[in-house]
């Protein structure tokens, strides 16, 4: 085939497509930001015949979530127009972790938050309806968030535990979407007693809930002071008995299972 005819070609795709998508759809502006930076918002667009796959990398602490809003609509005439929804599924390592429609009246919609190891990266795909030609415009941010004391990724083994000090209060976030689980390791600064403390702070759901063990060591579950126990949202702190530890002695906490795809929770260790 001839190559200028295979170019006009292309430029008629070309000039469709962007016909298709509305006036003022700015194709460079969406290709320039394919991947996202943490904590910046994003103007962006999308029309029916130009999805978007953006990309992100989860945070070197703490946790993130994403906000999404649909600022405005227009019609291939360029005209402001309501009705219809666009679409936000965010995915990571296989897992869709969010999966919003978003509509103009929808205002800020956003995703749950997690907790994952660092330097991953996700994926959001944004598309619209193809039955209509018009473009969404919209605003998206990855928010990070790092608070004081918070669960370090990947704590998913004894191995790689979180320290716990006396006099601080640690949180995290546990999530069934990637079967997380948080370790987390305290090493008694004086031969004493100790009493372990874990809450749900998540909003109280009905039934929700994740487990809690204690360890004596790596492999070996406290099944007198600390077994695998449930901890409820909504019920204040869970607390062990008395645990008596040899000052230099390592006690393990694990949390597990949590039945949703985000569970906030705090732990803390007192000397009694
Ligand atoms: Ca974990």
Known sequence: MNKSFVKRIWAFVLALTIFSCGFTFNLKEVKASTNLNLNQTYNLAVGPKSPATLTFQTPKSGYFYVNIVVTDIKNSSGESVYGNYMSAVMSLDGQTLMYELVGRSD??????AFSYAPSHTATISVSCSEVVPWTYYYQITVVNKTPKNFETEANNSAKKADTLKLKKTYSGILSKKYND??????????????????QNTDDARSGDFFYATGYKNKHTVDRKNFPYSSVYAGKGWYYTSKIKLKKGAKYYIRVTDPLYESIPYQIKVKKL
């Open 107 to 112: 205002g800020m919609q956003s995703s749950k």
């Open 181 to 198: 689980e948080d370790w987390f390791v305290f090493k008694a600064p004086k031969t004493g007693s100790y009493k372990f403390y874990v």
